[in-house]
Each structure stands twice: as structure tokens, then as C-alpha cells.
């Protein structure tokens, strides 16, 4: 059980264009999903919380505008990123919380390398 | 906002050594986290221990909620334990995890 998938697991796209990110809960139902950004060789950085039915919460720094966050059922969160540049390059990765029990362990998808050229 | 270190950053062991991994963290949490990044990115839990001790398999964790670390440990390692290991932290009912600076794990033979 608490499996996450995304969607796609790699794309390469061209300056200026728009990529959409899928995050899925699939054996479970997620009330919060989170995004996180990881450069090569660093950490991951929280990006975003995502709550079904209203608006995500960013960190501070990522421009929301350019990040837009969805999360329209329990089960699906989606970032898009808009209008991607050079520096938009990186390995994004989402989590949900399970929480059968009142835990708040987080699962999280296999990433999504993004290439801008 | 909450500090997470990690040491050692780098650790090379010879396969069949045992290793302690240390995190250290600035403030209380009640969300403490230990993963696995595999070559491909890939984030696989280890184990969920906001307090106490917890054993799987061939490694344990400890986390001492109080003087605010956790300890991983791995016995008798194995090449597949290569990679990076995380330690992430949350606090309050949001949650969000604040990851650790990462320890880099290659084991040889």
C-alpha cells in the first residue's frame, strides 16, 4: 500500500513552453500532497503544499504564477510549469500523506526529470 | 525555519561494515523520516520514527525526540545499499518535511 505514481517521468521541452506534472495517489486517499524540487547532488526543497479543493501554499521564493498547482480529487495533484526556461531544469518530485492511523508518514513518487532547452 | 544536518556527507565502507548515520535537527518535531534515494531518484521509505527505536532487518533507527537527533544504523552492508540517505522532519498538523543535507553512502567490495 501507499503507493505514488507520476506522469511523465521524463520530458525535454523547448524554452517558453508549458509541462504538466501528474501526482497520483493510487491505492489511497490523500487530503494533502506536497511538490519538492531537487538540483543535482542537493537536497530536496519543498515547493508547494497542495490541499484538495483550495488553493496550494507556496514556500517562500517559488513563484506561484509560474508553478501552478491543482489539486482536484483525493487522489490526483498536478504542477504545471509555465512558460519553462533553462533555469525551470530539475528533478521534481511529489509526496502524499497517508494517514490511516493519524500518522502523517509521507510516500513519494518517482520523480520527474524536466529538461528545458 | 527547523535546521536539519546530516553527517557524515560521505561515507565509503567495504561490504559486510556497519555504519552510523547522525541527523541532528534545530527544534521539536513530530514527523521524523528516513529514506533511500536509489540511483534513479527514487525516494523509498526506511522508516517513519518521530520517537524511539525501530528495527527492519539489517537496519534500526533511533530517534531521541528530546536532545532533537536520530540515528540510523546499517549492519553488514551491501553494494545496494549505496545511495543517498535523507532524513526529513515535520512539525505541527501541515507537516511538510524539511530534509537533511543528505549522507552519501557507497559501499564496495
Known amino acids: 500500500g501507499a503507493v505514488v505514481s507520476q506522469h511523465p517521468s521524463r520530458v525535454i521541452c523547448k524554452s517558453g513552453t508549458s509541462v504538466k506534472i501528474e501526482c497520483r495517489s493510487l491505492?489511497?486517499?490523500?487530503?494533502?500532497m506536497f511538490w519538492y524540487r531537487q538540483f543535482p547532488k542537493k537536497s530536496l526543497m519543498l515547493m508547494a503544499t497542495?490541499?484538495?479543493?483550495?488553493?496550494?501554499?507556496?514556500e517562500q521564493g517559488v513563484e506561484k504564477d509560474k508553478f501552478l498547482i491543482n489539486h482536484a480529487s483525493l487522489t490526483l495533484s498536478t504542477l504545471t510549469v509555465t512558460s519553462a526556461h533553462p533555469e525551470d531544469s530539475s528533478f521534481y518530485i511529489c509526496?502524499?500523506?497517508?494517514?490511516?492511523?493519524?500518522?502523517?508518514?509521507?510516500?513519494f513518487g518517482p520523480g520527474t526529470r524536466l529538461t528545458v532547452l | 525555519g527547523i535546521q536539519v544536518e546530516q553527517s557524515p556527507p560521505d561515507l565509503i565502507l567495504q561490504e559486510g561494515a556497519n555504519s552510523t548515520l547522525r541527523c541532528n535537527f534545530s527544534?521539536?518535531?513530530?514527523?521524523l523520516q528516513w529514506f533511500h534515494q536509489n540511483p534513479w531518484g527514487q525516494l523509498i521509505n526506511l522508516f517513519y520514527?518521530?520517537?524511539g527505536t525501530k528495527q527492519n532487518g539489517r537496519l534500526s533507527a533511533t530517534t531521541v525526540a528530546t536532545e532533537r537527533y536520530s540515528l540510523l544504523y546499517i549492519s553488514s552492508s551491501q553494494t545496494t545499499d549505496s545511495g543517498v540517505y535523507f532524513c526529513?522532519?515535520?512539525?505541527?498538523?501541515?507537516?511538510?518535511?524539511?530534509f537533511g543535507t543528505g549522507t552519501r553512502l557507497q559501499v564496495t567490495l
Open positions: 509526496s502524499a500523506s497517508f494517514a490511516p492511523s493519524g500518522s502523517n508518514e509521507q510516500f
Open positions: 491505492d489511497f486517499q490523500a487530503t494533502t
Open positions: 497542495s490541499n484538495e479543493g483550495s488553493k496550494a501554499t507556496y
Open positions: 527544534d521539536s518535531v513530530n514527523n
Open positions: 520514527i518521530p520517537s
Open positions: 526529513a522532519v515535520g512539525r505541527g498538523t501541515a507537516s511538510k518535511l524539511t
